[in-house]
Each structure stands twice: as C-alpha cells, then as structure tokens.
T-cell receptor
C-alpha cells in the first residue's frame, strides 16, 4: 500500500543535541511538507519542497533544516538553535494540493529531556 | 491571500445527536476546501473535499459539508454522532493562486467531544 512513513514515533532529545526525523513516501508525490503541531495552535508550516533538490522555508523555519536529495525522502533536522522543540511533527506529501489535498504521515512526537 | 476560520475551538454533543462544525474561509480565487480529522497522536485523515463540483460534498463516516459561496462557509455536519467521532477536526483551504506552488492553509481546529 502507498503511504507516508514517519520514524521514529517517539523521540527524546537532550538539550543542545541535533535530531533528525525521517519521512519517506512511496506515492510518487513531487511535493512534501513538514508541520509542527502544538496544543491549541493547529498546524504550522516549517519547510516544504516542491521538487527534488529544492525546498522553501515555511512560517517557522528557524532552528530547523531539511534536505531533499531523493523524491521519496524529506528528513527534518531539529537543531540546538530551536529553543522550544518539544512538539508533534507531521510530514505530508501531495501531487496537487489544490485538487487532492495532502496525505499525512502518522507523526513523530519529540520531547526534550 | 487565503485564510480559514473555525468558529468553535470545542464542540460537545450527545451520542446520536447531530454534529455541526463551523468554518468560514477567505480566498482571492475559487477555492478548494477540505476537512481533515485527527485522532489523538495520529496523523490527519481526509474526510472530504470540495473542488468546484457539487456544492454538497459527502465524505467518509457519514460526514458531509456544503460549500456556500455567498456566505464564504464550508460547515461540516453529521446527522447522528457516534462515540468514535470524538477527535480534532481541521478546515483547510487552497485557492490555487500560486499555480505550481500551491499550499494548504489550515484552521486552528475544533475539538469534538461526544457525550455518552
């Protein structure tokens, strides 16, 4: 079955560490997205990529970095510069957002300890 | 520019009674509109979408929504609530203004609680 796989499901990070969240899709979608979700705040866009080797900052990109070396993969690195990284992170992909919306992964919950 | 407003952050209904989750949108162009559902610690699942065809859209699990251009609304309804409907619901808009660089804009969500 086609879909989006996010791993790990739960991740714990010590202060000052960088961590990388994985997002893989086998839907042959060109566009991929990373969102952060905090209680009561809905979804906020971190980064998005419309095509391989290209990506754009979203609304809250500071403290995060991404790469898009393969169509199937869009990993997100949460750097030590991100002051409040504890959140639920969602990856999504689309073939045409206007007509089809997004397909979402099941999320990664990151906690700083 | 596009935006979406979910008018209620929290809605509670009794099991077996109707559900109404309200959404208003703003768009410079003819929009596409979506409703997504999220159960705790899960990703978002598409419930239904409107993309300029029939204004009354039927989705999964008995939900439906009506696109009303004159009211700029896209309210989500279900005739009879079930306990499994308890979740967070997101109204989403895309106006296609930036062709080839489209993104979705999400509302802040409505938490639906079902009272036994």
């Amino acid at each position: 079955d086609g879909g989006i796989t996010q791993s790990p499901k739960y991740l714990f990070r010590k202060e000052g560490q960088n961590v990388t969240l994985s997002c893989e899709q086998n839907l042959n979608h060109d566009a991929m997205y990373w969102y952060r979700q905090d209680p009561g705040q809905g979804l906020r866009l971190i980064y998005y990529s419309q095509i391989v080797n290209d990506f754009q900052k979203g609304d809250i990109a500071e403290g995060y970095s991404v790469s898009r070396e393969k169509k199937e993969s869009f990993p997100l690195t949460v750097t030590s510069a991100q002051k409040n990284p504890t959140a639920f992170y969602l990856c999504a992909s689309s073939i045409s957002p206007f007509n089809y919306g997004y397909t979402f992964g099941s999320g990664t919950r990151l906690t700083v300890v | 520019a596009q935006s979406v407003t979910q008018l209620d952050s929290h809605v509670s209904v009794s099991e077996g009674t109707p559900v109404l989750l309200r959404c208003n949108y703003s768009s410079s162009y003819s929009p596409s509109l979506f409703w997504y559902v999220q159960h705790p610690n899960k990703g978002l699942q598409l419930l239904l979408k409107y993309t300029s065809a029939a204004t009354l859209v039927k989705g999964i699990n008995g939900f439906e929504a009506e696109f009303k251009k004159s009211e700029t609304s896209f309210h989500l309804t279900k005739p009879s609530a079930h306990m499994s409907d308890a979740a967070e619901y997101f109204c989403v808009v895309s106006d296609g203004a930036n062709f080839g660089n489209e993104k979705l804009t999400f509302g802040t969500g409505t938490r639906l609680t079902i009272i036994p």
